[in-house]
């Protein structure tokens, strides 16, 4: 078992995707197809929005804690880990958030 909780927690939604629906909150989404998940990701995003605005940092944890297992989600549903948003984000390191975006194709 892996020391890192963001394994930790891909791992566990690997193997809830297939679960029963009526027991496992990730076999639910999963079976409502990736659009779905989107869709909640966006309302999680949404909501550390909000509470970033109030600047409760209990709340803010809260909201953003819900944004990266729905993130999880989303990885898994496609194949990724954050293995994969590791790597990019080392190959980012060093470069400016200006420079990169002018890099990206169109």
Request: aromatic share 4%; hydrophobic share 45%; net charge negative.
């Amino acid at each position: 078992m892996t020391d890192d909780v963001f394994d930790r927690v891909i791992a566990r939604i690997t193997l809830n995707r297939h679960a029963d629906p009526a027991t496992s909150y990730v076999a639910r989404l999963t079976a409502k197809g990736r659009a779905k998940i989107a869709q909640k990701l966006g309302e999680e995003a949404v909501e550390t929005v909000i509470a970033a605005m109030g600047k409760d940092r209990g709340e803010i944890v809260g909201e953003a804690t819900d944004l990266m297992f729905h993130l999880a989600v989303l990885l898994v549903d496609a194949g990724l880990s954050f293995d994969d948003i590791r790597a990019e984000l080392e190959r980012r390191e060093g470069v400016s958030g200006i420079a990169e975006k002018a890099s990206r194709k169109v």
